[in-house]
Protein backbone atom coordinates (compact mmCIF):
# COMPACT_ATOMS: atom_id res chain seq x y z
CA UNK A 1 0.00 0.00 0.00
CA UNK A 2 0.92 3.54 -0.72
CA UNK A 3 3.50 4.73 2.17
CA UNK A 4 5.21 8.12 2.44
CA UNK A 5 7.57 8.85 5.46
CA UNK A 6 8.47 12.61 6.51
CA UNK A 7 11.85 13.15 8.59
CA UNK A 8 14.24 16.04 9.50
CA UNK A 9 11.60 18.00 11.17
CA UNK A 10 13.24 19.56 14.19
CA UNK A 11 13.96 22.98 16.57
CA UNK A 12 15.57 25.52 14.63
CA UNK A 13 16.16 28.94 15.25
CA UNK A 14 14.37 32.08 13.72
CA UNK A 15 16.28 32.65 10.39
CA UNK A 16 18.02 29.55 9.99
CA UNK A 17 17.56 26.48 7.63
CA UNK A 18 15.97 23.01 7.44
CA UNK A 19 15.39 20.04 4.89
CA UNK A 20 12.47 18.07 5.03
CA UNK A 21 12.18 14.67 3.29
CA UNK A 22 9.60 12.20 2.12
CA UNK A 23 9.93 8.76 1.27
CA UNK A 24 7.29 7.15 -1.04
CA UNK A 25 6.81 3.38 -1.33
CA UNK A 26 3.88 1.59 -2.54
CA UNK A 27 3.52 3.45 -5.98
CA UNK A 28 5.61 4.73 -8.95
CA UNK A 29 6.53 7.75 -7.54
CA UNK A 30 7.67 8.98 -10.75
CA UNK A 31 4.42 9.00 -12.26
CA UNK A 32 3.18 11.25 -9.67
CA UNK A 33 2.98 15.31 -8.58
CA UNK A 34 4.08 15.64 -5.25
CA UNK A 35 3.06 18.04 -2.24
CA UNK A 36 4.13 19.42 1.43
CA UNK A 37 1.12 20.49 3.15
CA UNK A 38 1.74 22.20 6.58
CA UNK A 39 -0.81 22.72 9.82
CA UNK A 40 0.07 25.26 12.57
CA UNK A 41 -0.50 23.54 16.19
CA UNK A 42 -4.26 23.95 16.73
CA UNK A 43 -4.84 25.68 13.28
CA UNK A 44 -6.10 24.50 9.91
CA UNK A 45 -4.23 23.35 6.78
CA UNK A 46 -1.85 25.39 4.09
CA UNK A 47 -0.98 23.67 0.65
CA UNK A 48 2.64 24.63 1.14
CA UNK A 49 4.22 23.70 -2.45
CA UNK A 50 3.55 20.78 -4.93
CA UNK A 51 6.12 19.63 -8.19
CA UNK A 52 5.37 17.76 -10.93
CA UNK A 53 6.18 14.20 -11.77
CA UNK A 54 9.01 15.60 -14.16
CA UNK A 55 10.36 18.24 -11.73
CA UNK A 56 8.83 21.25 -14.45
CA UNK A 57 5.91 22.74 -12.57
CA UNK A 58 6.81 24.11 -9.35
CA UNK A 59 4.03 25.93 -7.14
CA UNK A 60 4.73 27.92 -3.91
CA UNK A 61 2.19 29.32 -1.44
CA UNK A 62 3.10 33.43 -1.61
CA UNK A 63 3.93 32.81 2.41
CA UNK A 64 6.49 30.23 1.63
CA UNK A 65 7.78 31.86 -1.59
CA UNK A 66 11.77 32.92 -1.98
CA UNK A 67 12.31 31.08 1.42
CA UNK A 68 11.48 27.39 0.55
CA UNK A 69 12.74 25.19 -2.77
CA UNK A 70 10.74 21.92 -3.21
CA UNK A 71 12.86 18.89 -5.42
CA UNK A 72 12.50 15.57 -5.98
CA UNK A 73 14.60 12.52 -6.39
CA UNK A 74 12.70 9.83 -8.44
CA UNK A 75 15.26 7.49 -8.77
CA UNK A 76 15.12 7.05 -4.70
CA UNK A 77 11.41 7.89 -4.62
CA UNK A 78 12.37 10.95 -2.26
CA UNK A 79 10.55 14.45 -2.13
CA UNK A 80 12.31 17.11 -0.40
CA UNK A 81 11.36 20.72 1.25
CA UNK A 82 14.87 22.78 1.68
CA UNK A 83 13.44 25.76 4.13
CA UNK A 84 15.49 28.55 5.08
CA UNK A 85 14.90 32.32 6.72
CA UNK A 86 12.54 30.31 9.09
CA UNK A 87 10.19 32.55 10.86
CA UNK A 88 8.25 31.67 13.78
CA UNK A 89 4.92 31.51 11.62
CA UNK A 90 6.43 28.74 10.06
CA UNK A 91 6.22 26.40 13.19
CA UNK A 92 3.95 23.34 11.75
CA UNK A 93 3.16 19.77 11.27
CA UNK A 94 4.45 19.39 7.56
CA UNK A 95 2.94 16.56 5.53
CA UNK A 96 4.15 14.80 2.65
CA UNK A 97 0.95 13.88 -0.01
CA UNK A 98 0.55 12.75 -3.35
CA UNK A 99 -1.12 14.91 -5.55
CA UNK A 100 -1.65 17.98 -6.53
CA UNK A 101 -5.04 19.31 -7.07
CA UNK A 102 -6.11 16.81 -3.92
CA UNK A 103 -4.26 15.38 -1.93
CA UNK A 104 -4.76 10.95 -2.29
CA UNK A 105 -2.60 10.22 0.01
CA UNK A 106 -1.01 11.69 3.00
CA UNK A 107 2.20 10.75 5.28
CA UNK A 108 1.85 11.37 9.33
CA UNK A 109 4.07 14.38 9.28
CA UNK A 110 6.92 15.65 10.82
CA UNK A 111 7.32 18.68 13.04
CA UNK A 112 8.80 21.76 12.76
CA UNK A 113 9.73 24.47 15.56
CA UNK A 114 10.91 27.63 14.61
CA UNK A 115 11.99 29.11 18.29
CA UNK A 116 14.63 31.18 19.65
CA UNK B 1 -6.32 34.58 -2.49
CA UNK B 2 -7.88 34.53 0.93
CA UNK B 3 -9.24 30.89 2.29
CA UNK B 4 -12.34 29.66 1.35
CA UNK B 5 -15.15 30.16 3.90
CA UNK B 6 -16.48 27.27 6.31
CA UNK B 7 -18.89 27.33 9.28
CA UNK B 8 -16.41 26.81 12.26
CA UNK B 9 -18.92 23.95 13.42
CA UNK B 10 -22.11 22.06 12.97
CA UNK B 11 -23.49 19.00 15.01
CA UNK B 12 -26.36 16.22 14.86
CA UNK B 13 -27.87 13.02 16.65
CA UNK B 14 -26.81 9.94 15.40
CA UNK B 15 -28.25 8.24 12.26
CA UNK B 16 -29.15 12.40 11.22
CA UNK B 17 -27.57 14.04 8.26
CA UNK B 18 -25.55 16.91 8.12
CA UNK B 19 -24.13 19.52 5.41
CA UNK B 20 -21.18 21.55 5.85
CA UNK B 21 -20.36 24.45 3.55
CA UNK B 22 -17.41 25.87 1.80
CA UNK B 23 -17.83 29.02 0.36
CA UNK B 24 -15.30 30.46 -2.19
CA UNK B 25 -14.87 32.66 -5.70
CA UNK B 26 -15.36 32.81 -9.28
CA UNK B 27 -12.05 32.33 -9.72
CA UNK B 28 -11.70 29.36 -7.69
CA UNK B 29 -14.57 26.74 -6.80
CA UNK B 30 -17.29 28.16 -9.22
CA UNK B 31 -14.27 28.36 -11.92
CA UNK B 32 -12.62 24.94 -11.27
CA UNK B 33 -14.04 21.14 -11.00
CA UNK B 34 -11.55 20.04 -8.41
CA UNK B 35 -13.60 20.59 -4.86
CA UNK B 36 -12.02 18.24 -2.75
CA UNK B 37 -12.88 17.16 1.09
CA UNK B 38 -11.03 15.76 4.08
CA UNK B 39 -11.70 14.82 7.22
CA UNK B 40 -8.96 15.15 10.54
CA UNK B 41 -9.83 12.87 13.53
CA UNK B 42 -7.57 14.64 16.28
CA UNK B 43 -3.71 13.48 16.72
CA UNK B 44 -4.02 12.04 12.42
CA UNK B 45 -2.68 13.31 9.46
CA UNK B 46 -6.37 14.31 7.03
CA UNK B 47 -8.37 11.81 4.81
CA UNK B 48 -9.56 12.17 1.58
CA UNK B 49 -13.17 11.78 1.34
CA UNK B 50 -13.97 13.80 -1.84
CA UNK B 51 -12.29 15.17 -4.63
CA UNK B 52 -13.07 16.90 -7.81
CA UNK B 53 -16.40 17.85 -6.33
CA UNK B 54 -18.36 15.04 -6.02
CA UNK B 55 -16.30 11.56 -6.65
CA UNK B 56 -15.33 9.48 -3.60
CA UNK B 57 -11.98 7.55 -3.25
CA UNK B 58 -11.92 3.72 -2.98
CA UNK B 59 -12.69 2.44 0.21
CA UNK B 60 -14.85 5.75 1.77
CA UNK B 61 -18.84 4.97 2.84
CA UNK B 62 -21.37 6.53 0.47
CA UNK B 63 -22.80 7.86 3.23
CA UNK B 64 -20.37 10.65 2.37
CA UNK B 65 -21.79 12.84 -0.82
CA UNK B 66 -20.00 15.85 -2.33
CA UNK B 67 -21.66 18.40 -4.80
CA UNK B 68 -21.47 22.01 -5.69
CA UNK B 69 -24.13 24.78 -7.04
CA UNK B 70 -22.30 28.50 -8.10
CA UNK B 71 -19.44 29.42 -5.63
CA UNK B 72 -20.24 26.95 -2.61
CA UNK B 73 -19.58 23.45 -2.07
CA UNK B 74 -21.45 21.25 0.00
CA UNK B 75 -20.17 18.25 1.79
CA UNK B 76 -23.15 16.18 2.95
CA UNK B 77 -22.70 12.73 5.72
CA UNK B 78 -25.78 11.06 6.18
CA UNK B 79 -26.66 8.50 9.09
CA UNK B 80 -24.33 10.36 10.84
CA UNK B 81 -22.15 7.99 13.00
CA UNK B 82 -19.88 8.08 16.31
CA UNK B 83 -16.98 8.01 14.43
CA UNK B 84 -17.55 10.56 11.65
CA UNK B 85 -16.80 13.30 14.94
CA UNK B 86 -13.99 14.63 13.36
CA UNK B 87 -12.95 18.19 11.90
CA UNK B 88 -13.89 18.59 7.81
CA UNK B 89 -11.91 20.92 5.49
CA UNK B 90 -12.79 21.75 2.23
CA UNK B 91 -9.79 22.41 -0.74
CA UNK B 92 -9.77 24.25 -4.20
CA UNK B 93 -7.24 24.25 -6.78
CA UNK B 94 -6.98 27.08 -9.06
CA UNK B 95 -4.13 27.65 -11.28
CA UNK B 96 -2.42 30.05 -9.13
CA UNK B 97 -3.02 28.55 -5.61
CA UNK B 98 -4.55 25.72 -3.69
CA UNK B 99 -6.86 26.91 -1.35
CA UNK B 100 -7.96 24.83 2.17
CA UNK B 101 -11.42 26.37 4.43
CA UNK B 102 -10.21 27.17 7.65
CA UNK B 103 -12.00 23.72 8.68
CA UNK B 104 -15.63 22.95 10.33
CA UNK B 105 -15.78 20.90 13.60
CA UNK B 106 -18.25 18.23 13.45
CA UNK B 107 -19.83 17.26 16.65
CA UNK B 108 -22.23 14.00 16.77
CA UNK B 109 -24.38 14.62 19.37
Known amino acids: QVQLLESGGGLVKPGGSLRLSCAASGFTFSDYYMSWIRQAPGKGLEWVSYMSSSGVTIYYADSVKGRFTISRDNAKSLLYLQMSSLRAEDTALYYC?????????WGQGTLVTVSS | QSALTQPASVSGSPGQSITISCTGTSSDVWNYNLVSWYQQHPGKAPKLMIY???KRPSGVSNRFSGSKSGNTASLTISGLQAEDEADYYC?????????FGGGTKLTVL
Open chain 2, 91 to 99: CSYTRSSVL
Open chain 2, 52 to 54: EDY
Open chain 1, 97 to 105: ARGYNFAYN
